[in-house]
């Protein structure tokens, strides 16, 4: 508009979105609260995720651990073998759970997998395991302003029950292993996505994407698996401790849906509405072989998109060069975006059951700095405070700078990507 003010519309969903001139280069970093030192050779133990409470939460389904440049992934590990190995990353069930057990049970007559009920009895047939089960079962009661002394008193049968969620749920979460970058000295410094090696976060991405798999493999109910990572109290995150989460679902979200419908009549919409639409307007800020990232059009809060190249749409269908490749690229957008600023990364995948229909695989990164209010409730149009080419030269430099200090892939930014118009590849 003539004054400045951007008005978008989101080109997949109709979202309107406008932004206001002049706010643009306002401060945009959470503050971190009460800062304090930090002895950085001590065991971290800031909160429930951190390696010094392992038995803080539910018991491991898996963790990955690392030799040098080999990383492997053990199942299971058994309550006396917690601490045998460092974990770096490790994936548990929610202990509060978002769809909880008891609804897959009631309303789906869900069973747990018989692996997981092979995992819970070995668990809770040692000691330290039903030791450790206990207090979980104990924390949960209490939290629901139960009585936690009745805790005390169950036997093993009700033991079991009330802790089958913990081993055969559907709502889980990866935690990685440190709690502040390595070496910080003060309480400030949390370890963002950004703040792991490209390496890392390949793992990270390659564990949770075979953790979404596990889900639609042990729950034949489940429509779709929901993964996503809040960074920050403002992005919804309990902890600032990193980590991702994974819900299961019995319905197809219905945005979903919704492009599902769109693709039928227009195979190209990721191409033409995705990649073309953001390479018109000059949008474009990262590629790889195997991946695009662009600034998102008309999102409620500014938005970075990476996109697959792959044909395959699941993430475990990727090959191991190509889920490196969005790895790659999700992670540059997460260094960019720094540990400072809270966001949400939104996994965004082809639910099963489409016949042949394919989609990318997509993640949005949304920067969660303003607060929708009133306005937006009333009107449906959102205000936001960085237009898509604010945002694609706050991120820019920082990406051309990271790249040249060795922190993030060696990946092509801005104009260097050339022309990416048509180059995901899905279905073909
Ligand atoms: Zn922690």
Same mark, same amino acid.
Request: hydrophobic share 40%; charged share 20%; glycine share 8%.
């Given at each position: ?25 306002? &401060? ?18 800031? *909160?429930?995720? *951190? ?31 917690? +601490?045998?190995?460092?974990? /770096? ?8 759970? !978002? ?52 805790? +005390?008193?169950?036997?093993?049968? +009700? ?93 197809? &979200? ?26 018109? /307007? ?62 949400? /990364? ?34 449906? !149009? ?34 260097? *990507?050339? +022309? ?9």
């Amino acid at each position: 508009m003539a004054d400045g003010t951007v008005k978008q519309t989101n080109p997949f969903t109709g979202t309107q979105v406008w932004t206001v001139p002049g706010r643009a280069h306002r &401060p945009i970093d959470h503050s971190p609260g009460v800062v304090t030192a930090v002895d950085p050779t001590a065991p971290e133990a800031h *909160c429930t995720f *951190c390696s010094a409470r392992l038995r803080e939460t539910t018991p491991e389904k898996a963790r990955v651990v690392r030799d040098g440049d080999t990383w492997r992934v053990l199942e299971e590990v058994a309550p006396d073998s917690l +601490d045998a190995t460092t974990p /770096e990353f490790r994936l548990l069930a929610n202990l509060f759970e !978002i769809v909880s057990l008891d609804y897959w049970k009631s309303v789906h007559g869900y069973h747990i997998p018989a692996r997981a009920a092979a995992h819970q009895a070995a668990y809770l047939g040692t000691p330290a395991g039903a030791e450790h089960v206990r207090a979980l079962v104990r924390a949960r009661i209490a939290a629901a302003q139960g009585d936690p002394a009745d805790v +005390d008193a169950m036997g093993p049968a +009700d033991l079991a029950a009330q802790s089958e969620s913990f081993f055969g749920g559907c709502h889980d979460v990866v935690v990685a292993r440190r709690h502040l970058t390595d070496g910080a000295t003060t309480s400030d410094r949390h370890a963002s996505s950004g703040d792991l090696t490209p390496a890392e976060h390949e793992q990270y991405i390659a564990f949770t994407a075979r953790a979404m798999r596990a889900l639609y493999r042990d729950n034949a109910y489940a429509r779709y698996v929901s993964v996503f990572q809040n960074w920050l109290a403002p992005a919804g995150a309990s902890f600032a401790h990193l980590h991702k989460q994974l819900v299961a679902i019995d319905e197809i &979200p219905a945005k979903t849906s919704h492009e599902v419908t769109a693709l039928g009549s227009d195979p190209e919409l990721y191409n033409r509405l995705g990649v073309d639409h953001a390479a018109s /307007e000059q949008l474009v800020v990262a590629a790889n072989e195997h991946a695009v990232a662009v600034v998102g059009v008309g999102h409620r809060y500014p938005a970075l998109v990476v996109y697959s190249r792959s044909a395959a749409s699941a993430p475990w269908d990727h090959s191991t060069a190509e889920l490196r490749g969005v790895s790659d690229l999700l992670h540059a957008c997460h260094a960019a975006t720094g540990r400072l600023v809270p966001c949400n /990364e939104e996994w965004h995948t082809r639910p099963p059951g489409l016949g042949g229909r394919a989609m990318p695989w997509r993640i949005v990164l949304k920067w969660r700095i303003s607060t929708p209010a009133g306005f937006e409730g009333a009107t449906g !149009i959102y205000v936001n405070t960085i237009d898509p080419w604010s945002l694609r030269d706050r991120v820019l430099p920082r990406l051309i700078e990271l790249r040249a200090a060795g922190l993030i892939a060696d990946v092509a930014v801005g104009t260097e *990507c050339g +022309d990416v118009r048509g180059s995901l590849r899905y279905g073909r």
